[in-house]
T-cell receptor, first 115, second 110 residues
Framework: DAGVIQSPRHEVTEMGQEVTLRCKPI?????LFWYRQTMMRGLELLIY????????DSGMPEDRFSAKMPNASFSTLKIQPSEPRDSAVYFC?????????????FGQGTRLTVV | SQQGEEDPQALSIQEGENATMNCSYK?????LQWYRQNSGRGLVHLIL?????REKHSGRLRVTLDTSKKSSSLLITASRAADTASYFC??????????FGTGTSLTVIP
């Protein structure tokens, strides 16, 4: 398996624009996580899906952020409208629930810069 | 916040020395995991210790867990320059959600 695949790797956008980040989890995994990493706040869990259903989105910072998982092999994180303070590295991770004590597998991240 | 906290924030050692990082957390856990992140890359899983375990080894890594103190330590023995990275602890609560600490930046000087 190629691992968790995120796209794009880098995104530069202007304030007010819509940004869509994409993630393909590892085949067979049924849990998917979106994280945001900044120097100030470290790694923050934004939202967690299990079997394509959002289980906990309490980490989503504002209504400008939304995430979907239309099927087991694809998820998106959308920011609309984007703001400079959204600049960060966004990571997607997947794991296999049903078996406790499993690890999370991370993608390479999307570095978002909002100017 | 459910995030853990690593200590120290930054650590610089000579190649061949041992590196010890600590992690404290706040809630009950199923397990605690350590991850490594090289600059500009995603996190890579290193080792997992279950809540009923006290110590675990994997190669040059040794992890301890004290659930009464809600703390864990990661020891890297005989460090190498290639060990230079940031190290994070992550707690897995019953909901199978992984909450990460703020990380320890390790620099191993050749």
């Amino acid at each position: 398996d190629a691992g968790v695949i995120q796209s794009p790797r880098h995104e530069v956008t202007e304030m007010g624009q819509e940004v869509t980040l994409r993630c393909k989890p590892i085949s067979g995994h049924n849990s998917l996580f979106w994280y945001r990493q900044t120097m100030m706040r470290g790694l923050e869990l934004l939202i967690y899906f299990n079997n394509n259903v959002p289980i906990d989105d309490s980490g989503m910072p504002e209504d400008r952020f939304s995430a979907k998982m239309p099927n087991a092999s694809f998820s998106t994180l959308k920011i609309q409208p984007s703001e400079p303070r959204d600049s960060a590295v966004y990571f997607c991770a997947s794991s296999y629930l049903l078996r406790q004590n499993t690890e999370a597998f991370f993608g390479q991240g999307t570095r978002l810069t909002v100017v | 916040s459910q995030q853990g906290e690593e200590d120290p924030q930054a650590l610089s050692i000579q190649e061949g020395e041992n590196a010890t990082m600590n992690c404290s957390y706040k809630t009950s856990i199923n397990n605690l995991q350590w991850y490594r992140q090289n600059s500009g890359r995603g996190l890579v899983h290193l080792i997992l210790i279950r809540s009923n375990e006290r110590e675990k080894h994997s190669g040059r890594l040794r992890v301890t867990l004290d659930t009464s103190k809600k703390s864990s330590s990661l020891l890297i023995t005989a460090s190498r320059a290639a060990d230079t990275a940031s190290y994070f602890c992550a707690t897995d609560n019953t909901g199978n959600q992984f909450y990460f600490g703020t990380g320890t930046s390790l620099t191993v000087i050749p």
